[in-house]
Every structure is written in C-alpha cells, then in structure tokens.
C-alpha cells in the first residue's frame, strides 16, 4: 500500500484527475478496511483482556468499577491451584480428552475408510446414517443411555459412559475423515493392491500417512468436544465431585467464590489457556478441518 | 465354478466391508437405535426411576403440550434465536470473512484474533461474560455509563438476555468466517473484473457477483445455524445459573431459564423434567419433540445440492 502512496510524489508529470480519484478511492478503502479490522480487532480480543486484567487483581478491586488492576496479585492464580478439587478437575478432563481422543481416531478410521472407498450395498444409506447421528442432539437419547449406564451398569459417578462410547466411532470424526479419504486417488490404493498390500495394510501403510492432516484435524475437534463438554459430566459426573472435569468444575468454583471475580476469572483463563495453547501449535490442521466439514463442493 | 469363485469373492468383500464398519455398526446399534427406541417407548410410560415403568398411553404428550409450564416459553426462545440470533451470526461472519479477505496487512494476524474467541471452551466463554456484562461492576455497562449510554441488565433482565446470548454467539464467529473466507477467495477473479468493467458500483458488485456465487454456503450457514439452535444448552443454561447466583451443590435447585424463562431452550427441559422432576416419560416427550426438529434441519441440509454428502466427491 505504500508504494500506492509513495507514487504521485515520484511521477514527474502531474498525475491526472482520473488517476488522482483512483488512487484517493484505494487510500480511502484502505483506511476503511483497516479501521474496521482495527474495530473487530477490538471486539473480539477486550473481553479476553478484561478477564485477563480481573485476574490479576485484589479481591476489593475485583468488586469495583475499575478496568486495570491496581496492584498485580498473581497469587490469585496459586489461589486457584490450592482449591480443593482443582488439580482432579485437571486430570479428570485430561483423561477424558487424551483416552477419549485415541478411542475415537482408532475407531473412526476404518469406518471412514470403509465409507470413502469400499463399494457396497447401503453405503449412501450408512453415510446418511452417520450425518444423522452427527446432527443428533445428545439430549435427544440421554434418558435411555442414562438409565443404561447408571442403573444397569452402575457407572454413574464416573467419566466412563462418556469414554466407552467413544471406541465404538464418533459421527463427527467418522463423516470429517471420510471427505478426507474421498480426496485420495484411488490409483494408489490400486498400486498397492497389484504390489499384493491386504486391505488392512493398505489402510496402514498407504492411506494413514497420506491422511495424517485429516487425522490431526480429527483429534484436534474430538480434544476439544471433550475438554468442553458440559453437558455429558453433568448427567454422568455430578454426584461425584472426584470425577468432575474442568468445564464441570468451573461453575461450582464460582458458587464457592461467590464475589471474587478475580479468582473466578483466573480460574476461567485456565480454563481457556490449553485450548489456546493447543490451538496455537496446530493451527493448519484445525482451520483445514474446519474447512473440510462440508462446504467444497 | 465361475459363479462359485464369483460368490466366494462377494461373500469376502462383504465380510471386509462388515469388519472394517463393525465399531460403528455396535455403536449405532447401542448409542444410536436402541436409546432412540428407548426414547419412544418411555415418551409412553410414568417412569420415576424408582418404581418400575407404567403405561400411561398419551398422558405424558398432553401433559407437556398443555400443562408444562416451560415448554411453550423454551420454543418461542428457539425461535427468536432461530431468528435473530443465526441471522445476525450468519451476516456478521459474512461481513467479518469479507473483511479478512480485503485487509491486506498483517492479515495473519488479524485472522488469528478473529478466530480466537471461537475456540474459548463454552462454559469458560460464558462465565467470562456473565463477568463483562454484569449490570453493577461490570466493565461493559461501566464504560457505557462512562460515555453516557442506557445500562441494561443483561442476562439479569428477561429482555436483555437472549441479546446477551447474542453478543456471545457474535463473539464466537470463528467457524463462520473461515467458511466464508474459503468461498470468498473461490469466487473467480475474472467475473469482479467484468463487473468492474461494467462499471459496477461495490455494492453491485457485492450483490451480483458474490452473492449469487457464495449463496450455496450461505445456506448451509444458515441451516447449520438453526440445527446448533435447537441444541443450544450450555450458554443459556450457565448465564442464568450465573446471574441468578444460584449454584449447583447439595440441596440447592436451579429451575432453568432465568431470569422469568428467558434463557429456556428445549434441551434444558430434558434435564429439567428427568433429572430435577424425575418425569422420565415427559423428558422423553420432549426429546422427541428436539429430535423431529433437529432431523426435519438435517434433511434440508442434505437435501441441498453442494451440502454435505456432495462434499469430498468430486
């Protein structure tokens, strides 16, 4: 854009009136696009700063009116550890999101595979299927699956009904992975198949490596549907604080800090900042999946 | 003989097919059909959980339509949010795609901070604006109170928390404007430069260019937004825990909604009526109500040509 404004100053004849709009409509523009940016900019990242500022500051403050915190009490954050039920809520969420995430990637790749490129009777109908429970909301069966694992097979008050299901494939990953393999030519399953590779070593050696995008994408939204689940420790977990998870944990924080935003909203950045984190290391894969989900036709 | 090896070959690849669908076929079978079954057979029967289930014919469906007193409310919400709330996602990620694709410094990080606020876990994500907008010491309405502007209640206020909610879903537009930045840049250069050619205003060009070409995704924007509507639980559910400071914990009931059914959706009734009320049946009855719903979406959805089941096969 500089040289655009660098340019009259330059010319040795006097530019003409024509070009002399053109060039004041693209300064103009630029000033109009980037303040907008500026503004959105703005919109999207004060509220991660006013919790930030909150934070960090005294219990009184935290009840006042003022933005920025007087002094730094980056004890708030030590505070949050010691809270009992912390560091469980930490492991618990780990655990649901790490077991929950392998579970899934290892079932969901051979339904996916099966639905990309293998020819049979009902495939539309299954992948049809997928796109319904995909769409399902999980209130819509909670009632049956609860009675199920709670009274039949006594696992309330633990995080497994929400972990067992995952082994047995997640429409999610199922559908995602399958528009991925789609992309595959099918000249390199052919190939292997004439080297005398089996299905399942075709599958290992030929299509998981050229998948590893779609796969990362993959276990990026899975580790986050678990690390923000709400709903699934509510119904499953909340008679045992032992086996409570982060998002769980994070309202009761509130109701025992009933006041102390400044705790609350430490509490809350931790909350935020492995996501973030995460999100930072694997960007590509994530945007990528986020593309994929259906939208290239 | 040919025939034989020929069927030998089918009933292997059949075998194949089946191993490599098996965790899905289990899973479709026992989180899929059986709990939907399930779900219509106790929509039936007066089932506490304690005593063993009763057929009671339609008396949970009546009891729900005409009796429940947060049903009614629950779907007026969905539909305001249907209404206002995914139209207003849906233009606001278009603007802020558009906008992605015409800033032309440190885009990266421009599109880095645009997209950060979607990947906030929801109930963090909630709480921290149940904090911005809280109406006596919250930064929002003290800087509004600053530069002399009304100072609502926000999620205190039956008419100020579904814009609340608003607010947050707008905060979160992450996935959409990467869906629209990806059919933003698709757009064929050649066809701007025709219409510019022509003498369009960027307006014209905008309607008569864009538009007609990104109008597959806008669609599919829009009937994505209306399905997640109908699933809309955590954000409403925790910003009326959090305004009304009611907290869960032994012995303490949060009747859902607050304030005064405001913030209901229909998937907090299923929690209300089986997990506070011990209604099973009627919890079921509205289950099935979310499932029509939802389904009725999800076939438009895959009704569309260039929705989801085209997508990948080209």
Redesign the interface.
């Known amino acids: 854009m500089t040289q655009v404004l660098d340019r009259p100053l330059e010319l040795k004849t006097p530019p003409s009136p024509a070009e002399r709009t053109a060039h004041r409509r693209a300064l103009l523009e630029w000033i109009a696009v980037h303040s907008l940016g500026v503004a959105a900019a703005l919109f999207f990242t004060l509220p991660f700063v006013f919790v930030f500022l909150t934070s960090l500051m005294s219990d009184s403050q935290a009840l006042s009116r003022d933005l920025i915190p007087h002094t730094w009490e980056w004890g708030n954050y030590a505070k949050v550890f010691d809270t009992p039920g912390f560091l469980t809520w930490w492991k618990n969420t780990l655990i649901y999101a790490g077991l929950g995430t392998v579970l899934t990637v290892v079932s969901s790749i051979p339904v996916a595979y099966a639905l990309a490129k293998f020819r049979f009777r009902g495939r539309n109908l299954a992948l049809m299927l997928v796109i319904s429970m995909m769409m399902l909301p999980p209130q819509v069966i909670v009632i049956p699956m609860y009675l199920f694992w709670a009274k039949q097979l006594d696992l309330s008050g633990s995080l497994w009904p929400l972990i067992i299901p995952m082994a047995f494939g997640d429409a999610f990953s199922i559908f995602l992975l399958r528009q991925f393999l789609t992309t595959i030519p099918d000249e390199y399953l052919d190939a292997a198949r004439v080297d005398g590779c089996g299905d399942l070593r075709t599958l290992l050696r030929v299509v998981l490596p050229m998948a590893r995008p779609g796969i990362a994408a993959v276990a990026l939204f899975q580790f986050f549907y678990a690390w923000n689940d709400y709903f699934g420790p509510q119904i499953y977990a909340s008679e045992n604080p032992g086996a409570w998870t982060l998002s769980y944990g994070l309202e009761s924080f509130k109701g025992a800090h009933h006041t102390d935003w400044n705790l609350t909203m430490a509490a809350t950045v931790l909350v935020m900042a492995p996501v973030i984190l995460v999100f930072f290391f694997a960007q590509k894969a994530f945007v990528e999946g986020v593309t994929l989900t259906g939208v290239k036709g | 003989m040919t025939t034989y090896t020929l069927r030998a070959k089918h009933r292997r690849?059949?075998l194949?097919?089946l191993?490599?669908?098996?965790?899905?076929l289990?899973?479709?079978t026992?989180?899929?059909a059986?709990?939907?079954l399930?779900?219509v057979y106790?929509s039936f029967m007066h089932y506490d959980?304690f005593r063993p289930p009763e057929w009671s014919g339609t008396k949970n469906w009546v009891y729900v339509f005409e009796h429940y007193p947060l049903f009614w409310p629950a779907l007026r919400n969905t539909l305001w949010l249907v209404v206002v709330m995914v139209t207003l996602r849906v233009a606001f990620g278009l603007g802020?795609g558009l906008?992605?694709t015409?800033?032309?410094?440190a885009t990266g990080v421009?599109r880095?901070?645009?997209?950060?606020?979607y990947?906030?876990?929801?109930?963090?994500?909630t709480?921290?604006?149940a904090?911005?907008l809280?109406p006596g010491?919250g930064?929002v309405n003290?800087i509004l109170e600053k530069i002399g502007l009304p100072t609502p209640g926000w999620f205190n206020d039956p008419t100020w928390s579904k814009p609340a909610l608003t607010l947050l879903a707008l905060?979160g537009i992450g996935?959409l404007m990467?869906?629209f930045m990806?059919?933003l840049l698709d757009v064929p250069k050649e066809q701007y430069e025709a219409a510019e050619l022509d003498g369009a205003s960027p307006w014209q060009r905008f309607r008569y260019v864009t538009l007609p070409n990104i109008s597959?995704?806008v669609m599919?924007a829009v009937v994505?937004g209306v399905?997640q509507t109908?699933?809309y639980?955590?954000q409403p559910?925790?910003a009326g825990?959090?305004a009304s400071?009611v907290?869960?914990?032994a012995g303490t009931q949060f009747e859902p909604g607050y304030p005064d059914k405001s913030t209901l959706t229909?998937?907090q009734l299923?929690?209300n009526l089986?997990?506070q009320r011990f209604d099973?049946g009627s919890?079921?009855v509205v289950?099935?109500v979310?499932?029509a719903l939802?389904?009725a979406?999800?076939a438009l959805?895959?009704r569309r040509?260039?929705?989801?089941?085209?997508?990948?096969?080209?």
Not at chain 2, 19 to 24: D, E, K, M, Q, Y
Not at chain 2, 102 to 105: E, G, H, P
């Open positions: 690849s059949t194949r097919t191993a490599f669908l098996s965790p899905w289990i899973g479709f026992v989180f899929f059986y709990p939907l399930s779900t106790f959980g802020v906008l992605i015409k800033v032309k410094t421009f880095t901070l645009f997209y950060l606020p990947l906030a876990p929801p109930v963090a994500a709480m921290a604006f904090f911005l809280n010491t930064p003290s905060w996935d990467v869906i990806a059919a597959p995704i599919f994505t399905i109908m699933q639980y955590t559910l925790i825990k959090v400071g907290i869960q914990g229909l998937p299923v929690y089986g997990f099973y919890a079921c289950a099935l979310l499932f939802s389904m979406f999800t959805l895959m040509r260039g929705g989801l089941i085209q997508a990948g096969e080209r």
